[in-house]
């Protein structure tokens, strides 16, 4: 990538942020969507991590799970990958449905503008 490439990226960037203020919380609110989406992420290999330990009874099993018979335990382990995979799967939706609004939403705003401006030309323009 030239430097002539990147100062244009950078110039078009510019000018898009003005179609992106009215919209900003809403991006906020999807990028603080990532943060429990990382967290589910996170926490499902550790549980079926805790589920493998806690069956074949290594010391790296926590503690709460060693008081536990092993069909409890795997019940408990099961229920939290549960709860991971659902909270997962409906944050990730979540965010998705709002970027999608917000990218077309922002794209019909661009549209409007540029077909504003067509208007606006005069007849000898064409």
């Known amino acids: 990538m030239t430097a002539a490439t990147r100062s244009t990226d950078w110039q078009l960037l510019q000018r898009l942020i003005p179609y992106l203020k009215p919209y900003r919380w809403g991006l906020v609110g999807s990028g603080l969507l990532l943060i429990p989406l990382a967290a589910a992420a996170a926490l499902q290999p550790i ?3 805790q589920a493998i330990a806690f069956l074949k009874g290594e010391e790296s099993t926590y503690s709460f799970l060693k008081a536990l018979t092993l069909t409890q ?9 549960l709860v991971t995979v659902v909270l997962r799967f409906g944050v990730q939706a979540a965010q998705g449905y709002w970027i ?22 005069s007849s000898r323009f064409f």
């Open 73 to 81: 335990g795997i019940d408990l382990l099961s229920i939290a990958l």
């Open 47 to 49: 549980i079926i991590g």
């Open 100 to 121: 999608q609004k917000i990218g077309q939403n922002i794209t019909a705003d661009i549209r409007r503008d540029l077909f504003d401006h067509v208007l606006r030309l």
